[in-house]
């Protein structure tokens, strides 16, 4: 084992020991509430799904409903395991109105330009009634600060240090934070004509450090720092929201 390698273990260690699996994780959360949202439905849309099937976390059963698995990149869609595979657009997606009953986005909102009109299609594909879930990065953490900040290419570099050589490369892709706040997203959907249903926050382990030693054991410092000052301030990582689009609204 390599010293880089030996350096990510034990910070991976460390992560675990002042983060346990008891502590509530965004991505637990995510798909907790897709499989609530998804059951005694008929399509379920995962928006920018790319690779990611999410079969496994919807409901089981007959009443299964179908995954519409849809991303912008074809190269991404043909490593996805689903059986439903669409390439589109989400500023105009290529879907019936009200024919979705519930859609999932998972950290993508944050890479749109122009979130606005991905919402407003949301909101026209979904039935009345229908839920949109979304996770994504508060757009004023540090993260999204460093993203600003560095140039996509920089990002990257870190991901690859941060996972090591054994670890599976994601592709990063331009961001821009304009739906990453609770705030920004509170407003941003009741303009579309949602309902908020719920915003909740979450901090975690710090995970873009893992190479370095010692200064890793700083950012988990300050993460349990932000963990407690969460209900207080907004400085959390990472929002799950669910919106729904009223009863009776075509």
Same mark, same amino acid.
């Given at each position: 084992?390599?010293?880089?390698?030996?350096? =990510?273990?034990?910070?991976?260690?460390?992560?675990?020991?002042?983060?346990?699996?008891?502590? !509530?994780?965004?991505?637990?959360? /995510?798909?907790?509430?897709?499989?609530?949202? *998804? =059951?005694?439905?008929?399509?379920? &849309?995962?928006?920018?799904?790319?690779? &990611?099937?999410?079969? !496994?976390?919807?409901?089981?059963?007959?009443? $299964?409903?179908?995954?519409?698995?849809?991303?912008?990149?074809?190269?991404?869609?043909?490593?996805?395991?689903?059986?439903?595979? &669409?390439?589109?657009?989400?500023?105009?997606?290529?879907?019936? *109105?009200?024919?979705?009953?519930?859609?999932?986005?998972?950290?993508?909102?944050?890479? /749109?330009?122009?979130?606005?009109?991905?919402?407003?299609?949301?909101? =026209?594909?979904?039935?009345?009634?229908?839920?949109?879930?979304?996770?994504?990065?508060?757009?004023?953490?540090?993260?999204?600060?460093?993203?600003?900040?560095? !140039?996509? *290419?920089?990002?990257?570099?870190?991901?690859?240090?941060?996972?090591?050589?054994?670890?599976?490369?994601? $592709?990063?892709? !331009? +961001?821009?934070?304009? /739906? *990453?706040?609770?705030?920004?997203?509170?407003?941003?959907?009741?303009?579309?004509?949602?309902?908020?249903?719920?915003?909740?926050?979450?901090?975690?382990?710090?995970?873009? +450090? +893992?190479?370095?030693?010692?200064?890793?054991?700083?950012?988990?410092?300050?993460?349990?720092?932000?963990?407690?000052?969460?209900?207080?301030?907004?400085?959390?990582?990472?929002?799950?929201? &669910?919106?729904?689009?009223?009863?009776?609204?075509?």
């Amino acid at each position: 084992m390599t010293h880089s390698a030996r350096v =990510r273990e034990q910070n991976h260690k460390l992560n675990d020991r002042f983060f346990p699996r008891s502590l !509530p994780r965004y991505v637990d959360r /995510f798909r907790e509430l897709t499989d609530l949202l *998804s =059951r005694n439905t008929q399509l379920v &849309v995962h928006l920018g799904a790319g690779t &990611v099937d999410l079969e !496994p976390h919807l409901e089981s059963g007959s009443a $299964k409903p179908r995954l519409l698995n849809l991303d912008l990149s074809l190269e991404d869609l043909r490593e996805n395991p689903g059986n439903l595979r &669409v390439c589109g657009n989400a500023e105009a997606l290529p879907l019936s *109105s009200s024919s979705a009953d519930l859609i999932c986005a998972e950290h993508v909102f944050e890479h /749109f330009p122009q979130p606005l009109l991905c919402l407003q299609e949301c909101f =026209r594909v979904l039935r009345s009634g229908g839920n949109l879930v979304v996770s994504g990065p508060n757009g004023r953490s540090y993260i999204a600060l460093a993203a600003r900040l560095t !140039p996509l *290419s920089f990002h990257n570099w870190v991901r690859r240090l941060a996972q090591g050589s054994n670890g599976q490369h994601v $592709k990063g892709f !331009p +961001t821009f934070y304009r /739906f *990453s706040s609770p705030p920004a997203m509170c407003r941003r959907a009741r303009h579309v004509g949602f309902e908020i249903v719920s915003i909740e926050t979450f901090v975690g382990a710090p995970c873009y +450090t +893992t190479f370095l030693p010692v200064v890793h054991v700083g950012f988990i410092a300050y993460h349990l720092l932000l963990e407690k000052l969460r209900p207080l301030f907004n400085f959390h990582r990472t929002s799950v929201a &669910v919106f729904r689009k009223p009863l009776g609204n075509r």
